[in-house]
C-alpha cells in the first residue's frame, strides 16, 4: 500500500480493491484513529516531539483536530490525514515536502497549507501527494526529476495543482516518480524514468503526466510504487498483477509493464528498495526480490512470487522492510531492523514475520523508508443496506424499480450491475427491464471494507401484448342460446407464454371462456385481459350479438294487453314483463326466472277469478315456459 487513504482492507475479495479506489468522498468523524510511530527518527518523522529512534510504538503527540483516517511515510517525513479533510505534516522539510512555506523540520505534526478537503496521500522519497475529493491531485516537496507534475523542475515548498489531471481515482508515489489511475482505468506517471519506472517504453525523465499507454486495455484498478521504491505496480479488476521498472531481484529494468506470473487474485501490492510485496483475495501474502527482506526467510534473489504468510489484511513496505496487517488487527514486520523499525523492541533483523511487541489493535498502516506507521482501531465493517423503491413487487417482478444504498456510517459505496462497470454510489439509480444482480459493498473513512452483498431485481416495465379478437353475430343453436369461441393469442418480452394470466369476463364482469354460451336475444360485451409477472396488462374487447328472447317478451306483453284487464291488473303484469326482461338483458337469468314464475302465479290467480279465460292463461304459461326454456329457468309452477 505505497498510498495511504482511509484503509484497512477486509472482506477478502478481489472487489474491496474496487471498492476503495472508485470514487472518493469528504471524510467526516471516524472512530478510534489514534496514530503511533516507531523507528528511525533523526528528522524528527516519527512526529513524537523528539529525534530519537523508537524500537516500540509510540504515540505520535499532540493530539490531532480530528481523527487519523490514513497515514504515508516518506524517506525523512510523514504524512496524515484527517476525518475532516485536512492534511497534516511533520519530519524532513529540506525540499518543502512539509507543505508549510519552507518552516524547516518539525518533530510535531503542521498543517499542511492551502489544501482543497482531501480523501487520500501518498509519500514519496522526499516529495508529497494527495488526492482531492473532486478528484484533483495536488503535490508538493521535492521536484528535480519533474515528480511534482507540474510542468517545471523547482521545488514547492507549497501544494501546488497537477492542472492536466482530473477525475482522478488512486494516487501513488514511488521513491523519485509518480503514478495516478483516473476513473476511466488511465494509468498516468511522471518524475524520474532513468530505470523505465514510468512504463512509457523509454527513460526520459518526465515533468508532466503521459500516459502509460501499454495499459490501456488492462482495465487498472489500483497503482502502487513505495517511498523508496523505484518500480511500478498496477493491479486490474481480475486481480493480475503488472510491474515495470527496477527489477527487485536484479535482473535488469523493464521500460513497459509486464504481467507477473505464478500470482493471481491480487487486491493490494507495494515495493521497497529490493522487494516487492503482495496480497491475494484470500490473505496470502508473497514476496519476491531480496530474500533477507522479503520475508520468505531465504537468500539470495527471486523474481517470482513466494507465500510468506496468511490471514492478511493489508500490507506494505518501507526501504527494506515490511509490515502486515492480519485478520485480528495484529501487526507483523520483517527486514532490516537498524533502527527499530520492525517494532520488536530491539534492532536485530527478520527475514521471517515477527509480531510487533504491542497489545494494540490496529486497522491501517504505512511503511517510511527506516520508519514505520498504524492508525490503532477496531476491525469493524460497515454495514451497506439495498432497498428497492418502486411498484409493488407481483411475484418478485417490479414494473419500475430504483435502488437506494444507505450504509450504517460515512462510507464509500460502489457497485456493479450485472458485472458490469463499478461506479460509486451517489444517488438512487434505476434498472431498465431484466432480471439483475447488484454487487455492492462500503468502505469507511478507516477503510475497512464489506464483503460484497448481492440483489436481484426482475424488472418489467413493458405490457405485454394480445390481439385483438373479432366481434360475432350468431343464431342460437339451441334454447341456451349459441357457443361462444374464440382464441386468445399473447405474448410478453419477459414472461413466458406458459406464465402469462388471461382472463375473460362478460359485461356483468362475470368469467366468461371459450365455449361457453351466449344468452339469446341480447347483446354480450366480453373483455380479455393478459397479465405477466409483474402485473402489467393489456386488454381486448369484442362483442357477441345472439337473436332471440326479446321476441318472445314482445309476443307475452301483446298477449297481456288482448286481456284487456280493468283495475290495474293488466298494468302490473306488464310490469312484471318488463322487469323480467330487464333482468335478462342484465345477464340475470335467474332473477329473470323468479319474476316469470311470479308471473305465472299473478296468471293464475286471475284465472282462478274468472277474469282470464282458461285458454288465454294456457298460452300465457307456454310463452312464459318457452322464455324459461330460452334463458335457462326451471318449469311452471304447480
Not at 72 to 96: E, Q
Not at 299 to 318: K, R
Not at 388 to 398: F, H, L, M, Q
Not at 547 to 569: K, P, Q, V, W, Y
Request: proline residues 5%.
Amino acid at each position: 500500500m505505497p498510498h495511504a487513504r482511509p484503509a484497512f482492507r477486509l472482506g477478502l475479495v478481489l472487489s474491496l480493491v474496487l471498492g476503495l479506489l472508485v470514487g472518493v468522498t469528504t471524510p467526516v468523524q471516524a472512530e478510534n484513529g489514534d496514530l503511533f510511530s516507531w523507528g528511525r527518527n533523526d528528522d524528527g518523522q516519527l512526529g513524537d516531539g523528539t529525534y530519537d529512534d523508537q524500537w516500540l510504538p509510540v504515540s505520535v503527540t499532540p493530539d490531532f483536530p480530528d481523527k487519523v483516517v490514513a497515514v504515508a511515510g516518506g524517506v525523512g517525513h510523514t504524512l496524515a490525514l484527517l476525518a475532516d479533510g485536512t492534511v497534516w505534516a511533520w519530519g524532513r522539510d529540506n525540499y518543502g515536502q512539509l507543505g508549510n512555506g519552507d518552516a524547516g523540520n518539525s518533530p510535531v505534526p503542521t498543517q499542511v497549507s492551502g489544501l482543497p478537503p482531501i480523501t487520500a496521500i501518498s509519500a514519496g522519497g522526499f516529495h508529497s501527494v494527495a488526492l482531492a475529493e473532486d478528484g484533483k491531485v495536488w503535490t508538493w516537496g521535492y521536484n528535480i526529476w519533474g515528480q511534482l507534475g507540474i510542468d517545471s523542475f523547482d521545488d514547492a515548498q507549497l501544494p501546488v495543482e497537477v492542472l492536466s489531471l482530473s477525475e482522478v481515482v488512486d494516487i501513488a508515489a514511488g521513491f523519485l516518480h509518480t503514478l495516478a489511475l483516473t476513473r476511466d482505468g488511465t494509468v498516468y506517471a511522471w518524475g524520474h524514468n532513468a530505470f523505465g519506472q514510468l512504463g512509457i517504453g523509454s527513460n526520459e525523465n518526465q515533468s508532466t503526466p503521459v500516459e502509460v499507454e501499454s495499459l490501456s486495455d488492462a482495465e487498472i484498478v489500483n497503482v502502487a510504487s513505495g517511498p523508496a521504491a523505484d518500480v511500478s505496480l498496477a493491479i486490474t479488476a481480475d486481480g493480475m498483477l503488472y510491474e515495470w521498472g527496477t527489477n527487485p531481484a536484479g535482473t535488469g529494468t523493464r521500460f513497459t509493464p509486464v504481467m507477473v506470473a505464478g500470482i493471481s487474485d491480487v487486491v493490494d501490492a507495494t515495493a521497497g528498495y529490493v522487494q516487492i510485496q503482495a496480497l491475494t483475495a484470500d490473505g496470502t501474502v508473497y514476496g519476491w526480490g531480496d530474500n533477507l527482506y522479503n520475508g520468505t526467510g531465504d537468500t539470495g534473489f527471486t523474481d517470482t512470487p513466494q507465500w510468506v504468510m496468511d490471514d492478511a489484511v493489508a500490507v506494505v513496505a518501507g526501504a527494506f522492510h515490511s509490515l502486515v496487517i492480519d485478520e485480528q488487527g495484529t501487526l507483523w514486520s520483517w527486514g532490516r531492523n537498524t533502527n527499530g523499525q520492525l517494532g520488536t523492541g530491539t534492532n536485530d533483523h527478520e527475514s521471517l514475520p515477527v509480531v510487533v511487541q504491542t497489545s494494540l489493535r490496529f486497522r491501517a498502516v504505512a511503511a517510511g523508508y527506516y520508519h514505520s506507521l498504524a492508525i490503532e482501531g477496531d476491525i469493524t465493517l460497515p454495514t451497506t443496506t439495498a432497498t428497492v423503491n418502486g411498484e409493488a413487487p407481483n411475484d418478485g417482478w417490479y414494473q419500475s424499480a430504483t435502488v437506494a444504498l444507505t450504509t450504517n456510517e460515512p462510507a464509500t459505496t460502489t457497485y456493479e450491475v450485472d458485472a458490469d462497470a463499478t461506479q460509486t454510489y451517489t444517488d438512487p439509480f434505476s434498472l431498465p427491464d431484466g432480471e439483475h444482480t447488484i454487487t455492492y459493498r462500503s468502505t469507511d473513512l478507516a477503510g475497512n471494507v464489506e464483503k460484497d452483498q448481492t440483489l436481484t431485481v426482475r424488472v418489467d416495465g413493458t405490457a405485454p401484448s394480445i390481439q385483438p379478437i373479432q366481434s360475432q353475430t350468431l343464431d342460437p343453436v339451441s334454447l341456451a342460446g349459441a357457443p361462444v369461441t374464440f382464441t386468445t393469442v399473447v405474448a410478453d418480452n419477459l414472461t413466458q407464454a406458459n406464465e402469462l394470466v388471461v382472463t375473460c369476463v362478460d359485461q356483468f364482469s362475470s368469467p366468461f371462456v371459450s365455449g361457453q354460451y351466449a344468452p339469446p336475444g341480447m347483446v354480450t360485451t366480453i373483455a380479455c385481459t393478459v397479465t405477466d409477472l409483474a402485473g402489467n396488462t393489456a386488454s381486448t374487447v369484442f362483442t357477441v350479438e345472439v337473436s332471440g328472447s326479446s321476441d318472445l317478451f314482445a309476443e307475452l306483453r301483446e298477449m297481456i294487453n288482448d286481456l284487456n284487464l280493468t283495475g290495474g291488473t293488466g298494468q302490473t303484469l306488464l310490469t312484471q314483463v318488463a322487469i323480467a326482461e330487464a333482468m335478462v338483458n342484465a345477464g340475470q337469468s335467474s332473477l329473470a326466472c323468479v319474476q316469470l314464475t311470479s308471473l305465472d302465479l299473478q296468471i293464475k290467480a286471475q284465472e282462478s277469478k274468472r277474469r282470464i279465460d282458461r285458454r288465454d292463461a294456457a298460452a300465457i304459461y307456454a310463452q312464459t315456459q318457452q322464455i324459461r326454456n330460452v334463458i335457462g329457468c326451471g318449469g311452471v309452477p304447480g
